[in-house]
């Protein structure tokens, strides 16, 4: 191929990714593209596209003997975790970013490791959907943005990114992870500088507590009142920050250390206690420690430089089932739609953030009850509204695929005809509830999408047991069915086979994960 350039892939990444990195390099390329004899992993394209495919994908490792900005962003979160001290990111040198190639998966770079996040997907699949659809310059949508990936990855590719989440501490986080992208690293040096000496050298620190007596008594039940007295105090420190994006940034650091020092058992989805016995002292540490992790990570970013112009960012407290009717998002508006819903009743989400969203003071104690019910996914449910559910699917269940029905009325007639406890009583009511929703938000992201326009969604499996034995929820499957139903064209489902996960929800993994494409005709 003459004036053509070699494209090496990285070696490491998962069958699933290596399909996806052809894709997202035919998209750039226009297909103009063949292999090196011998090897897997290099290819050959014209060299025009080498600097555009430089800052772009998302696989891929180098460009004609040349980093990717993916590998060097990559490299950072290695930089900032093996030696660098914070006071050395800004004047931190390319040589040294990028004598830390990664050899292995690197999800956590940047904004991406600032807050344990259940269910949270990858940044570079976010960046390599966005390739795919071939949407530069657009509105990319989340309509259950979760802990922000895609509004990050969005904005990074210099998109408009809208998106929306009905937990408060989802909201908060997201907007938080985008701003963090402005912040230069001599502000984060600052800022952490500032904030370390409040909390260990100044007497008489600040409360920032301004809670209400029902949030107190609440947190009064969780925490120790010496931990609480110090978690206040930081919360004080923080808001003296002159900089709101740092002093922001630091709150998010305060949130994620909350659940370690509860009486909350960590790697539980639930609110269960288990003993612990933390003083005031650590509790300043472990703070410290987190924050100043994060700064790292953060500031080790922001000093690599930003190739590109970043675009901007919007995020709302909205439901994903209405937020075209509620006018957060226009008709034929969006580009681009990247999402991760709710799995089939798999997480009791407000549930594992409950400690966060009252000390943050996002989501009171007596509304919570309120947005738990409404929560898409939710398996909360008492008698009478099982009852109510139940009707709804008799009325309305037509509206439903057969296939969905099928299971359905499966798991219904099992458990029926079985001595079963509450929870799986519930569950055929929970999952004609859950796919009710599903199919209004698909709706909503038809209506959302401009005509030819991609979604990409990326859901995973779960499995129930009834008295005649084992079901799986084979809600990826399901899903796309209801999206043919709808109208949507070139429906197609691409299995992923996913490593170990090393996060504190390890263990509450769905046993399989897909990734959903339509596109709205």
Same mark, same amino acid.
């Given at each position: 191929m003459s004036g053509a350039t070699t494209f090496r892939m990285k070696s490491y990444i998962q069958p699933f990714e290596r399909v996806l990195a052809m894709r997202e390099l035919n998209a750039l390329? #226009?297909?103009?593209?063949? =292999? @090196?004899?011998?090897?897997?992993?290099?290819?050959? *394209?014209?060299?025009?596209?080498? /600097?555009?495919?430089?800052?772009?994908?998302?696989?891929?490792?180098?460009?004609?003997?040349?980093?990717?900005?993916?590998?060097?962003?990559?490299?950072?979160?290695?930089?900032?975790?093996?030696?660098?001290?914070?006071?050395?990111?800004?004047?931190?040198?390319?040589?040294?970013?990028?004598?830390?190639?990664?050899?292995s998966r690197c999800l956590r770079?940047?904004?991406?490791?600032?807050?344990?996040?259940?269910?949270?997907?990858?940044?570079?699949?976010?960046?390599?959907?966005?390739?795919?659809?071939?949407?530069?310059?657009?509105?990319?949508?989340?309509?259950?943005? #979760?802990?922000?990936?895609? =509004? @990050?990855?969005?904005?990074?590719?210099?998109?408009? *990114?809208?998106?929306?989440?009905? /937990?408060?501490?989802?909201?908060?986080?997201?907007?938080?992870?985008?701003?963090?992208?402005?912040?230069?690293?001599?502000e984060i040096v600052e800022g952490y500088e500032a904030l370390q000496f409040r909390i260990t050298k100044e007497d008489g620190r600040l409360s920032a507590a301004k809670r209400s007596a029902a949030d107190q008594a609440y947190l009064a039940d969780w925490f120790s009142a010496d931990v609480l007295n110090e978690l206040d105090s930081i919360s004080g420190a923080i808001e003296q920050l002159s900089n709101r994006a740092v002093s922001e940034l630091f709150k998010v650091s305060l949130s994620n250390i909350i659940r370690r020092v509860s009486y909350q058992k960590e790697e539980d989805l639930r609110v269960r206690r288990e003993p612990k016995q933390v003083s005031a002292p650590e509790v300043r540490a472990i703070f410290l420690e987190e924050?100043?992790?994060?700064?790292?990570?953060?500031?080790?970013?922001?000093?690599?430089?930003?190739?590109?112009?970043?675009?901007?960012?919007?995020?709302?407290?909205?439901?994903?089932?209405?937020f075209v009717t509620d006018e957060i998002v226009g008709e034929k508006a969006v580009d681009l739609v990247i999402t991760s819903p709710p799995y089939a009743t798999a997480l009791p989400y407000l549930d594992?953030?409950?400690?966060?969203?009252?000390?943050?003071?996002?989501?009171?104690?007596?509304?919570?009850?309120?947005?738990?019910?409404?929560?898409?996914?939710?398996?909360?449910?008492?008698?009478?509204?099982?009852?109510?559910?139940?009707?709804?699917?008799?009325?309305?269940?037509?509206?439903?695929?057969?296939?969905?029905?099928?299971?359905?009325?499966?798991?219904?007639?099992?458990?029926?005809?079985?001595?079963?406890?509450?929870?799986?009583?519930?569950?055929?009511?929970l999952l004609a509830t859950y796919f009710f929703d599903m199919r209004s938000v698909l709706l909503e992201i038809q209506r959302a999408l401009k005509p030819g326009s991609q979604a990409f969604l990326v859901v995973g499996n779960n499995r129930t047991k009834t008295p005649a034995g084992e079901v799986e929820i084979r809600t990826s499957e399901l899903l796309l069915t209801i999206a043919a139903s709808l109208g949507f064209a070139d429906c197609e489902r691409i299995e992923m086979e996913m490593p170990h996960s090393r996060d504190i929800f390890r263990e509450n993994r769905t046993p399989s994960e897909h990734i959903l494409s339509m596109r709205r005709q």
């Open positions: 390329v #226009g297909g103009n593209v063949s =292999p @090196v004899a011998g090897s897997e992993d290099i290819w050959v *394209a014209p060299a025009t596209y080498a /600097n555009a495919a430089r800052q772009r994908l998302a696989y891929w490792e180098a460009i004609g003997g040349t980093l990717t900005d993916q590998v060097r962003r990559e490299a950072t979160a290695l930089v900032a975790r093996n030696g660098m001290s914070l006071a050395e990111a800004p004047s931190l040198s390319q040589e040294r970013i990028e004598r830390k190639i990664p050899r770079y940047g904004p991406h490791g600032i807050h344990e996040y259940r269910g949270k997907f990858f940044p570079q699949l976010v960046k390599a959907l966005i390739n795919v659809a071939d949407v530069h310059d657009g509105v990319v949508l989340d309509p259950m943005c #979760g802990s922000g990936t895609t =509004p @990050v990855e969005a904005i990074c590719a210099g998109n408009r *990114a809208v998106g929306l989440d009905m /937990n408060p501490l989802s909201v908060f986080v997201s907007r938080v992870k985008c701003h963090s992208l402005r912040l230069s690293s001599v924050a100043l992790r994060s700064a790292k990570m953060v500031a080790a970013d922001a000093a690599r430089g930003i190739t590109g112009e970043i675009g901007q960012a919007e995020i709302f407290n909205g439901d994903a089932r209405s594992t953030d409950r400690l966060s969203l009252s000390y943050l003071g996002l989501l009171t104690r007596p509304e919570h009850r309120k947005r738990d019910v409404d929560m898409i996914g939710n398996r909360e449910i008492t008698d009478r509204l099982r009852r109510q559910q139940w009707e709804r699917y008799l009325e309305e269940g037509r509206h439903l695929p057969q296939q969905v029905r099928a299971l359905i009325d499966k798991i219904e007639c099992e458990n029926a005809n079985g001595a079963v406890g509450f929870r799986r009583r519930n569950l055929g009511a």
